[in-house]
């Protein structure tokens, strides 16, 4: 499994964006697909968009649609996630996995999580 390392998150006000960046190291990212995990306070991670290897399909969890958008810079070993108008409900850990596999990448296969990054949304 390719590691991963989280980057971005910082405290933002209601209605403000984040980038989130995540990059691999020792690896290329090349061959694999990339998704997007949210961890809250006393809930479950959960999967919130992938990014395919092959062809830079996307799949975004339906509540999201519209306000958070997926890519990759391959030559920069990096996938982000671009996050506009948070809103409260959006504060969690985010965290990012790579999967030889198609989107999107199941968490149960996912043996080493990273530290992730704090996305705290506040006024």
């Known amino acids: 499994q390719v590691q991963l390392v989280e980057s971005g998150g910082e405290l933002v006000q209601p209605g403000g964006s984040l980038r989130l960046s995540c990059t691999a190291s020792?690896?290329?990212?090349?061959?694999?697909?990339v998704g997007w995990f949210r961890q809250a306070p006393g809930k479950e991670r959960e999967g919130i968009s992938c990014?395919?290897?092959?062809?830079?399909?996307?799949i975004y969890v339906e509540s999201l649609k519209g306000r958070f958008t997926i890519s990759r810079d391959n030559a920069k070993n990096t996938v982000y996630l671009q996050m506009n108008n948070l809103k409260a409900e959006d504060a969690a850990v985010y965290y990012c996995?790579?999967?030889?596999?198609?989107?999107?990448?199941?968490?149960?296969?996912?043996?080493?999580w990273g530290q992730g990054t704090q996305v705290t949304v506040s006024s």
């Open positions: 996995a790579g999967d030889y596999g198609p989107c999107p990448v199941p968490p149960q296969g996912v043996k080493d």
């Open positions: 020792g690896s290329t990212l090349d061959y694999y697909a």
């Open positions: 990014i395919t290897s092959s062809d830079g399909g996307t």
